[in-house]
C-alpha cells in the first residue's frame, strides 16, 4: 500500500508546478464557496467585464484608443441595461400583478377538472380526487408563505440592489480599463515558476470568453424569438415567460424541458385543447429547435463539444456548490476540468525493485 501511495505521488505530484496548481484551485474555490456572498458584485463585475472584453478589443482594433473603448463599450452596456430596466420591468410587474389576479380563476377551474376525473375515466374515486385538491391547496400555502417570507427578506435588500446598480457598473469600468495593471498586481503573488497554471489558463481563456459572451447573447436572442409569436399570439404573460424561456438555456435540456410546463398550462387555461393552444406550442417547440441546432452551434462552436451526460452531471455538481453561478459556468468549469487533467504532468510509473 505504502509503495503504491509513494508510485502515485512520483507519477502525479512529484512536479511543483502541479502542486502549485492545485494550490490555486484549492484557494479559488475556497474564496467562492465561503466569500461568495460578500464578493458577489466583484464576482459579477469580474464576468460582466470579461464579457465585454471582446467588444473592447474590437473597437480598439479600429483605431481607437483603449480608454475611448471602455468608456463606449461601458455606456452602451450601462444604456442597454436602464432601456431593458425600464422598459421590461413594469411590463412584467403587470404582467405578474395580472396573474395573481387570474391565479383564484385558474385555482377553481383546476379544480372543477380534477373533480370531473371520477365521471371522466371511473379507475379515480371522489374521494382521491378530493384528496388531491387538499394536497394542492396545502401546497400552494406553503408556497405563498415562502414567497410572503422571500418578498419581506428582499425588500430590506432593496438597497443593496440599487447600491449594486450603481456599483458593479463602476467597477466594469475600471477593471476594463485597467486590467493590465490589475493583472500585474494579481501576479505578483504568485510563485515564479507557474507555467503549468498558465498554459491551463491559455486553454480555458478562449473558450470560456466565447461560452460566457454566446451564453449572454443566447439568453437575449431566444427571448426575443419565443416573446415575438406568444405576444402576437395573445397568450397571457408573454413577456414573463418569455424571460423564463431566455433563461432556461442556462441548464441544457433540463432547462427547456422545465419551462415547458408553465408555457403549456397557461396556454391550456387561456384557449383549452384548441387549434390556439397547439399553435402555441408548436411556435415554441421552433424557437426551442432552431435554438438547439442552429443557434447553440453557431455561437458555441469553438467551446469544447460534451457528451450531454458530463453537461448534466457538470450541472448538478456545480450547481449544488455554487448555486445559480454554477448553474451558468458548469459547462467552462468542466472544460477547466479537462484542461488540467489533459495538462497535468505525469511521470512513468516507476517498477518495484526486484527483492
Known amino acids: 500500500m505504502i509503495e503504491y501511495l509513494k508510485d502515485w505521488y512520483q507519477r502525479n505530484l512529484s512536479n511543483p508546478q502541479a502542486v502549485i496548481l492545485v494550490l490555486m484551485i484549492v484557494f479559488g474555490t475556497f474564496i467562492v464557496l465561503y466569500w461568495g456572498d460578500i464578493l458577489a458584485p466583484v464576482l459579477a463585475s469580474l464576468v460582466i467585464a470579461y464579457a465585454l472584453e471582446g467588444i473592447v478589443k474590437r473597437v480598439t482594433n479600429l483605431g481607437m484608443?483603449?480608454?475611448?473603448?471602455?468608456?463606449?463599450?461601458?455606456?452602451?452596456?450601462?444604456?442597454?441595461l436602464l432601456i431593458v430596466l425600464l422598459g421590461?420591468?413594469?411590463?412584467?410587474?403587470?404582467?405578474?400583478?395580472?396573474?395573481?389576479?387570474?391565479?383564484?380563476?385558474?385555482?377553481?377551474?383546476?379544480?372543477?377538472?380534477?373533480?370531473?376525473?371520477?365521471?371522466?375515466?371511473?379507475?379515480?374515486?371522489?374521494?382521491?380526487?378530493?384528496?388531491?385538491?387538499?394536497?394542492?391547496?396545502?401546497?400552494?400555502?406553503?408556497?405563498g408563505q415562502k414567497i410572503v417570507s422571500y418578498s419581506l427578506a428582499s425588500a430590506g435588500n432593496l438597497f443593496a440592489v440599487m447600491v449594486y446598480l450603481i456599483v458593479i457598473p463602476l467597477l466594469v469600468f475600471f477593471m476594463l480599463k485597467d486590467k493590465?495593471?490589475?493583472?500585474?498586481?494579481?501576479?505578483?503573488?504568485?510563485?515564479?515558476?507557474?507555467?503549468?497554471?498558465?498554459?491551463?489558463?491559455?486553454?480555458?481563456?478562449?473558450?470560456?470568453?466565447?461560452?460566457?459572451?454566446?451564453?449572454?447573447?443566447e439568453i437575449l436572442i431566444v427571448g426575443i424569438a419565443a416573446y415575438i409569436p406568444l405576444a402576437?399570439?395573445?397568450?397571457?404573460?408573454?413577456?414573463?415567460?418569455?424571460?423564463?424561456?431566455?433563461l432556461s438555456v442556462i441548464i441544457p435540456y433540463v432547462g427547456a424541458i422545465a419551462v415547458t410546463i408553465p408555457v403549456a398550462l397557461i396556454a391550456w387555461f387561456q384557449w383549452g385543447p384548441?387549434?390556439?393552444?397547439?399553435?402555441?406550442?408548436?411556435?415554441y417547440l421552433v424557437v426551442q429547435a432552431l435554438?438547439?441546432?442552429?443557434?447553440?452551434?453557431?455561437?458555441?462552436?469553438?467551446v469544447v463539444n460534451m457528451h450531454p451526460v458530463a453537461i448534466i452531471v457538470s450541472v448538478l455538481v456545480f450547481g449544488g456548490l455554487w448555486g445559480v453561478w454554477g448553474v451558468f459556468f458548469a459547462i467552462?468549469?468542466?472544460?477547466?476540468?479537462?484542461?488540467?487533467?489533459?495538462?497535468?504532468?505525469?511521470?512513468?510509473?516507476?517498477?518495484?525493485?526486484?527483492s
Do not use: C
Open 65 to 80: 484608443p483603449r480608454i475611448i473603448s471602455v468608456i463606449i463599450t461601458v455606456f452602451v452596456f450601462v444604456a442597454t
Open 88 to 143: 421590461l420591468v413594469p411590463l412584467v410587474t403587470r404582467q405578474i400583478t395580472s396573474f395573481v389576479r387570474d391565479f383564484p380563476y385558474i385555482l377553481e377551474k383546476l379544480q372543477q377538472k380534477i373533480m370531473a376525473l371520477p365521471t371522466k375515466y371511473p379507475l379515480f374515486s371522489d374521494e382521491q380526487a378530493t384528496e388531491v385538491i387538499t394536497r394542492i391547496n396545502d401546497e400552494l400555502v406553503i408556497a
Open 180 to 217: 493590465d495593471k490589475i493583472l500585474s498586481w494579481f501576479t505578483r503573488f504568485l510563485p515564479q515558476e507557474h507555467g503549468l497554471a498558465y498554459k491551463v489558463w491559455k486553454d480555458v481563456d478562449i473558450k470560456m470568453g466565447n461560452y460566457i459572451r454566446g451564453k449572454l447573447l
Open 232 to 246: 402576437l399570439m395573445g397568450l397571457n404573460y408573454a413577456a414573463t415567460l418569455s424571460i423564463f424561456i431566455g
Open 274 to 283: 384548441s387549434d390556439q393552444f397547439l399553435y402555441v406550442l408548436l411556435a
Open 291 to 302: 435554438d438547439a441546432n442552429v443557434l447553440v452551434p453557431l455561437l458555441f462552436s469553438e
Open 332 to 354: 467552462p468549469l468542466a472544460t477547466l476540468v479537462q484542461a488540467v487533467i489533459n495538462a497535468w504532468p505525469r511521470r512513468a510509473s516507476v517498477p518495484a525493485a526486484d
